[in-house]
């Protein structure tokens, strides 16, 4: 397509694809492309697969529509499949959006709601974390952290509070001091003593870092923590996995890891890896039953839980569990974070290599001594992204705008061998030509 049609803004930079499959883009000019971030982060099974397409073309076929609170077969099969196999136990109800933006907002608003239903008026905020991505919608973008693409929009975003994300590598203490997640814990519990506890509604969070700050790790007391203190004030916690969860990080869901139960989780992407737009918010009776009580139910969006994303959704599900997909994220992030070390953990311009499963962020910088950072106008991610294009790969970039010069790789969980050797000596040769 002519770069005069699409995008909205034309860019030099857009990529022109004919087909995918695998893991592999087949571009217009006869080249191909790696992808080694899975799209943006979702296409867990890898693309091209008939199967999940024929799956939503004959539901379609059956029935194209049904309004959201009607329950379809594939409705149905999809939240019966989920509670089977994926679920944690706690989380029983189910409410489908078509992303992850409009997932947080409901969730935000599903938290709402309940301290409405149990007579709690006065929780109305929801505190977020200082790096943090959460969507793009006004809500999304005030809870979240993302200070780039909130910039320019503040009389459209709530300005609600943010607590520090731990953060290791520059921990205000120190790099690496040994108390960085205890620092961030106790700067939530200040939030909430100062705000007032009965102000806040919801601590929002994604229990591994996404995009936004190349999935920084919490730290092993930070959950345990931030969880005392949630429920000591009776705030809610929403946890949002819609970049981490579906079994990117080697676990269903990345909570998981630490043992961190949510009473309102989100999670799209993965779920329909890429086929459909889909994202699930999960609840806890809890969080639910005052709404029921109170005859309460969210607003639905028209296309929240289609017949199409829902039969697709359930036929990667189906993938994931029939090919071990979940087994397979973790064992292949180990060989992909081996084949990383190898080729990187001693250049002089990567800070840090952190991950789990197959969800890995690099951190450039000018200076890995001091952390001292390319100025933005060098716009060293997008020199990076360019360069890994230039040899065949393609990377995900990450960042706020204040953290910057993220690369992320996320590829699909059917990613073989000589695809991570290929992602790991590629970015080198991508990092070296960016910065000389
Ligand atoms: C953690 C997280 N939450 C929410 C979103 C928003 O999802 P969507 O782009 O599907 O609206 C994203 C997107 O990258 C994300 O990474």
Known sequence: MSDSLWPLVPSPRSIDIDHAEGR??????GGTLLDASG??????VGLGRAEVAQAAAAAMERMSYAIPPFVTPERERLVERLHRAWLPPHLTRVWLASGGSEGVDAACKLALQHFMATGETSRKKIIG?????HGTTALALGVGGHVA??????????DFPHAPTPYALRSPLGRNHPDFDITAAQALEDIILAEGPETIAAFICEPINGSSGGAIMPGPRY???VQDICRRHGVLIITDEVMVGFGRTGKRFAAEHFDLKADIMVAGKGLAAGYAPICGVFATDAVVKPL????MAPMFYTYSGHTGACAAADKVLEIMERENLVARSA?????????LETMLAQHPNVAEIRGRGLFFGLEIVADRETLEMFPTEANMTGRIIAAGVKEGVFYYSGGTGAVRDIICIGPSFTVEDSELDQIAETLKIAIDRAVA
């Open 149 to 158: 693409r909130k910039a320019g929009f503040e009389s459209l975003i709530p």
């Open 129 to 133: 974390r200082d790096i943090s991505y």
């Open 39 to 44: 799209g943006a982060i979702c296409t867990n």
């Open 331 to 339: 064992e292949k992030g180990e060989a992909l974070r081996e084949r």
């Open 223 to 225: 959950w345990p923590l």
């Open 24 to 29: 592999t883009l087949y571009l217009r000019d």
């Open 292 to 295: 029921r009580e109170k005859g």
